[in-house]
């Protein structure tokens, strides 16, 4: 039974609910299938804690595969595979007000890491209904990119980031929640057959 972890993040500027985390509530009602044992967290829009909570989940639970969700308020309509995560250039503060020391997620890290997920493949072979879904190689350098580097750095690789429009009438959670699912199973097929 594999052990796959999840995180949507929590409220930030005029999201009162964000529907990352409300897209990954979702997710895990629905469920992946009998052997996959699917948890789920929420992360503050804070670097350190963020950092913190990452780190913990790849040193106690060691899962398969851990994926990250989180909110791109500049995208209407579309869910974003995010193939790797930057080190440096995080002067944007937090929702504490503070930005990481040196501006970076860890000291001596790779400038980036990439995902051992080929979010290319991915993107060629799954389609979602009603939305589009884009390849991207820059998550944004605020929480999401460092939350993403971070757990790169610490799951050697297994770890990917999906961006998520905000909710509206026609993004709804439960609407992401399946989409996340279909765009999930895809990546753990793709682990599986890494590992074969």
């Known amino acids: 039974n594999h052990l796959s972890f999840f995180s949507g993040f929590g409220p930030f500027r005029q999201y009162l609910f964000n529907s990352s985390w409300e897209a990954v509530k979702e997710l895990s009602k629905r469920g992946l299938g009998e052997n996959i044992n699917l948890q789920i967290m929420q992360l503050p829009v804070v670097y350190q804690k963020a950092k913190e909570q990452v780190c913990k989940i790849w040193t106690t639970l060691q899962p398969l595969l851990t994926v990250h969700v989180g909110l791109a308020s500049s995208a209407t309509a579309l869910i974003i595979l995010e193939q790797c995560g930057k080190n440096k250039g995080y002067q944007e503060r937090d929702a504490c007000g503070f930005h990481p020391e040196g501006a970076c997620c860890i000291l001596d890290g790779p400038e980036k890491i990439e995902s051992t997920i080929n979010m290319k493949t991915l993107w060629k072979n799954i ?19 460092y939350t993403y580097y971070t757990s790169l750095y610490y799951g050697n690789g297994r770890a990917a980031f999906i961006h998520v429009p905000p909710l509206s009438e026609s993004v709804t959670a439960a609407f992401l929640g399946k989409a996340l699912q279909t765009i999930i199973l895809a990546m753990l097929e793709q682990c599986g057959q890494q590992r074969e």
């Open 127 to 145: 389609s979602v209904e009603g939305i589009d879904i884009i390849l991207s190689r820059d998550a944004g350098r605020y929480i999401c990119d």
